[in-house]
């Protein structure tokens, strides 16, 4: 995926480095990096999974049960997105920080990060056999891209994103918020 230049410069930034970033450049990189990717990563790891676990079946370790997982994962993940997208991040933008859609979000997270170990289970911990299909190796490759592009996702949502600027300076404690 093509990025744009303020989005390839945020990949190798420290979390240091974002706390310094305006919350509008924070929603502009997770838009472009995160959420325009999952759409992408998601339908095409369901594919592989299907075609996997279709030829595959009875290898000990298929992953059986991933596509469905992925397909469930991916459809709570557009919703988390949806909310994002339409409500809260409209009201980041307008220097509003909502506590009540912010845990929301925060609780969505933790059900992110369940559904990510459901991944490294259901792949056997993205094992394969030595002999894999290029399909299989391709499906475990892609879906330890998502788990780690979701874990980043999640970090820079709840550690940046989601604390208002001020106390992101330094300006604020954050205890009134």
Same mark, same amino acid.
């Given at each position: ?18 706390? =310094? ?17 999952? #759409? ?9 999974? #299907? ?6 079946? $009875?290898?000990?370790?298929? @992953? ?8 469930? /994962?991916? !459809? ?6 949806? =909310?994002?997208? !339409?409500?809260?991040?409209? +009201?980041?933008?307008? &220097?509003?920080?909502?506590?009540? @859609?912010? +845990?929301? /979000? ?14 490294? =289970?259901?792949?056997? &911990?993205?094992? /394969? ?17 998502? *788990?780690? $592009? ?7 949502? &709840? &550690?940046?994103?989601?604390? @208002? ?6 300006? *604020?404690? %954050? %205890?009134?918020?």
């Amino acid at each position: 995926m093509q990025f744009s230049e303020a989005t390839q410069q945020g990949l190798n930034r420290s979390q240091h480095q974002w706390l =310094k970033i305006s919350t509008n450049e924070v929603v502009d990189y997770v838009l472009e990096r995160f959420h325009a990717v999952h #759409r992408t990563q998601f339908p095409e790891a369901i594919a592989l999974a #299907r075609k996997v676990e279709e030829v595959h079946a $009875d290898e000990p370790l298929c @992953p059986t049960g991933l596509a469905d997982h992925l397909a469930f /994962m991916f !459809q709570e993940l557009e919703g988390h997105m949806l =909310k994002e997208e !339409q409500i809260l991040f409209p +009201m980041l933008r307008n &220097n509003t920080h909502p506590q009540g @859609p912010i +845990m929301v /979000m925060e609780s969505e997270h933790e059900e992110h990060e369940v559904a990510i170990q459901k991944i490294a =289970k259901l792949s056997h &911990n993205f094992s /394969m056999p030595d002999d894999a299909c290029g399909t299989w190796r391709h499906l475990i490759s892609l879906v330890r891209e998502i *788990c780690d $592009d979701l874990q980043d996702h999640i970090e820079l949502e &709840n &550690n940046i994103l989601f604390v @208002p600027e001020e106390v992101r300076a330094g300006n *604020c404690c %954050g %205890g009134c918020q």
